[in-house]
């Protein structure tokens, strides 16, 4: 384990290792989150000055619950990642999350493992801070595994064409009186409003989502009538899902008209993407009856980072599994991760992926009958009957 260093009067903290290069948590002054940032958009995004930290505006502003390591060689920043401390509202519960995103070492400095040790510094901050689960997007399945991670959870891509989005709106028959426009900024408040209706939702303070208006790349439409905004649909963000339609939300009608919009404005015969979450909603089963057709993905790479957390924010979810309790088996570094786990049903061992595929559903989107059943000895048949928990990351959200 590195032995972890004070604060200085500069306000900085630094985690190091005997011989080994410093990392530092936070920035000790402007300049130097200047240069951090400049440095890592350089790498990141060569050519467009500025545009990293205007893809991530809640990373970058001032936000407490983002926090920023850099590991430097000497003078030099060498590797980076951040690790946001957000939670999620999952129906009238709360889920405490860590979401990794930024993970980046300088060319010069590859293949001496600071990637690795970078997150596994982000993963002690995330278990320091009682996160009970860490997420993360990538297809480095050489990086994430080895340090306790699995691909878990499931979301749908729903293609969209012309002819399917024009058969649902047939069928749905939006009112004539709705028109579709770019959404302006007095828009984002309802659009606001409208996200509060979901199941699963990250939860932002008042105003967050607004300044999402000004990422580069996001397409943002709003279907409206005289009594304000009915329905939303937003493509891209940054350099990310530009092929994809991922937030939405409203009457469904009005979302489609959202949709049709997007695509009208490509080349004729193209089609687009439309995220979904697992369970059943009202736009995707509109779509879905029109004959859409559905491609399943893992949700995010999961680890969990403090067992306690987890298991209360879990149990609290399944009111059956009250007591409920995950202890380690296994030590970090091995995989697969293996945990015990114990309520007043029962306890049994099994492996962080069943936990995961148990709770939140296959990667593969394998119907939830084939989970539960890894925690059969720990939850009774109503709390099993609930699986899998709503868990969903949208497009704004992901980092």
């Known amino acids: 384990m590195r032995p972890l260093a004070g604060s200085d009067p500069s306000g900085w903290v630094s985690i190091q290792a005997a011989g080994a290069p410093r990392i530092r948590i936070g920035f000790r002054s402007i300049e130097e989150r200047r240069r951090v940032v400049d440095w890592l958009n350089d790498g990141l995004r060569d050519g467009r000055p500025g545009r990293l930290a205007a893809e991530y505006p809640l990373l970058f502003e001032r936000n407490a619950s983002a926090i920023h390591f850099?590991?430097?060689?000497?003078?030099?920043?060498a590797a980076f990642c951040a690790l946001w401390a957000v939670t999620f509202r999952v129906g009238v519960h709360r889920l405490r999350a860590g979401m990794i995103s930024l993970v980046y070492t300088d060319p010069a400095f590859r293949g001496r493992g600071h990637a690795s040790r970078i997150l596994e510094t982000a993963i002690e901050h995330a278990v320091g801070l009682e996160l009970g689960l860490i997420?993360?997007?990538?297809?480095?399945?050489?990086l994430y595994a080895p340090l306790g991670f699995d691909r878990a959870g499931h979301e749908s891509l729903l293609v969209l064409?012309?002819?399917?989005?024009?058969?649902?709106?047939?069928?749905?028959?939006p009112a004539p009186s709705l028109e579709v426009r770019p959404a302006a900024p007095g828009d984002w408040p309802e659009i606001e409003r409208l996200r509060g209706h979901r199941t699963c939702q990250l939860e932002l303070d008042p105003g967050d989502l607004g300044r999402a208006r000004a990422i580069p790349d996001l397409d943002a439409l709003v279907a409206h009538d005289a009594l304000g905004v009915r329905g939303f649909a937003l493509r891209g963000?940054?350099?990310d899902l530009g092929e994809v339609v991922h937030e939405w939300g409203g009457d469904v009608g009005a979302a489609l008209l959202c949709c049709a919009a997007h695509l009208s404005a490509r080349r004729a015969g193209d089609s687009l993407f439309l995220m979904t979450p697992p369970r059943r909603d009202a736009l995707?089963?509109?779509?879905?009856?029109?004959?859409?057709?559905?491609?399943?993905?893992?949700?995010?790479?999961?680890?969990?980072?403090?067992?306690?957390a987890f298991a209360h924010d879990v149990a609290a979810m399944l009111p059956a599994a009250q007591g409920l309790q995950l202890e380690p088996e296994t030590k970090t570094t091995e995989s697969p991760r293996r945990f015990r786990l114990r309520s007043a049903h029962g306890e049994t061992?099994?492996?962080?992926?069943?936990?995961?595929?148990?709770?939140?559903?296959?990667?593969?989107?394998?119907?939830?009958?084939?989970?539960a059943g890894a925690l059969s000895p720990v939850l009774d048949d109503a709390a099993r009957s609930t699986l899998p928990i709503p868990f969903f990351v949208w497009g704004l959200e992901s980092i």
């Open 135 to 142: 997420l993360l997007w990538s297809d480095l399945d050489r």
């Open 70 to 77: 850099t590991l430097w060689e000497g003078e030099s920043p």
């Open 237 to 239: 963000r940054g350099d």
């Open 161 to 173: 064409d012309a002819d399917t989005v024009e058969t649902a709106l047939l069928s749905e028959r």
């Open 284 to 308: 995707a089963w509109a779509l879905r009856d029109a004959g859409a057709h559905r491609v399943h993905q893992s949700l995010a790479w999961m680890r969990i980072a403090s067992p306690q």
């Open 349 to 371: 061992v099994t492996t962080q992926q069943q936990v995961f595929a148990a709770l939140f559903g296959r990667a593969d989107g394998s119907a939830p009958s084939a989970c």
